[in-house]
């Protein structure tokens, strides 16, 4: 592997559309998270996907306390993802689900290891291969087919296949008439959260559930039809990494503004198996308290226990300069965690880089 340096079973009902709140012109929709079985049942004890990784997708390594290089990890690593190609070679009209070019199927689970590594987390995520990929590509046909979502679509729809509607109800899903709900893309979707029925963080807290090791994407390119995604998120566990610092998003350290929740609000910090209940947070910008946030109701069943909040006073525009945000986080219990902690989020603006990179990440 090259080195970047720098549910429950399937819904019985159609999911209903959660839309995002960046305006009109972004439609970009989101069913809600896929959940276990078992709501609080640990994962990772659960079968690992058996399928081989595949080849393709680098790991990304980042230290977040480190400017330079975040900068660089989201100037050479994530901005270019965005320029893939879909190269699809399906079409809606004669339900050929087709496939996309490798490379942007590789650029999705590479965004979904830029946001791992910025939480501390291995960006290590590789493709799957086998059902996952022609599954989840079957399964954004028949949403962009039929313009909705569901983890468990009816074989009444168009387009729908056994293998399509076994892989919704183990993704993320995305659907919208612009190129926001694929690919890369719909990662950023994802991490965000925004809508009704995402309250839980259930999409972001897939893609950052410590032990992930493979995923896949299918994605429907905008066009004539409308753009879709299903990322596959249940199964393919591998080891449980170390998380002494738990798993918060935005995350501790250096985070580029762009890639802060600005649609939901929503923030969140995880510990395996911690008690939330009596959790309280507070939290300062560049030293001046902020209001007191509002809470999302505590869900289980989304990879590890989350605390998810909304808070007062965060600005999502481009800073002019660093801002730091102090959270502490009070009353935690369970799961080994400490009754308090705190850490901070320290939004920036990252500079274009001096020198250009080559695609190992490496300086020129």
Request: net charge neutral; hydrophobic share 40%.
């Amino acid at each position: 592997m090259s080195i970047l340096m720098l549910p429950r079973a399937p819904l019985a009902l159609t999911l209903a559309l959660a839309l995002g709140a960046a305006g009109a012109a972004d439609d970009a929709q989101l069913g809600p998270a896929p959940r276990l079985d078992t709501a609080g049942a640990a994962p990772a004890a659960l079968q690992p996907w058996p399928v081989a990784t595949t080849a393709g997708v680098p790991a990304v390594v980042v230290d977040p306390q480190n400017r330079d290089q975040v900068t660089a990890i989201y100037r050479g690593v994530y901005l270019p993802q965005g320029d893939v190609a879909p190269g699809w070679s399906g079409g809606v009209a004669g339900c050929l689900a087709g496939t996309t070019a490798s490379a942007y199927r590789e650029a999705t689970i590479g965004r979904v290891n830029v946001y791992r590594a910025l939480a501390g987390l291995p960006g290590t995520v590789a493709l799957a291969g086998g059902s996952q990929a022609t599954g989840t590509q079957a399964a954004a046909l028949m949403f962009s087919a039929n313009r909705s979502l569901s983890h468990s679509p009816p074989s009444s729809w168009t387009c729908w296949t056994q293998d399509g509607a076994s892989a919704a109800g183990q993704s993320n899903i995305a659907l919208g008439s612009s190129s926001l709900a694929a690919g890369p893309a719909a990662v950023d979707l994802y991490m965000d959260d925004a809508g009704t029925g995402n309250e839980a963080a259930g999409h972001r807290r897939w893609l950052l559930y410590p032990p992930q090791a493979q995923m896949d994407s299918g994605s429907i390119p905008s066009g004539s039809q409308w753009a879709a995604n299903a990322l596959w998120v249940l199964s393919g566990w591998g080891a449980r990494p170390p998380t002494p610092n738990g798993v918060a998003w935005p995350p501790r350290g250096y985070v580029p503004w762009p890639l802060l929740p600005q649609r939901s609000n929503r923030w969140s910090f995880s510990w395996p198996g911690a008690d939330f209940s009596r959790a309280t947070v507070s939290m300062t910008r560049n030293g001046v308290p902020l209001g007191a946030p509002s809470y999302e109701a505590i869900t289980n069943g989304y990879g590890d226990n989350t605390l998810v909040w909304k808070p007062q006073g965060v600005t999502y525009a481009q800073p002019a300069a660093d801002v730091t945000y102090r959270v502490t986080i009070s009353g935690l219990s369970g799961g080994g965690a400490p009754a308090s902690l705190s850490y901070d989020v320290i939004v920036f603006d990252p500079p274009p880089l001096a020198d250009p990179l080559f695609a190992n990440g490496f300086e020129r």
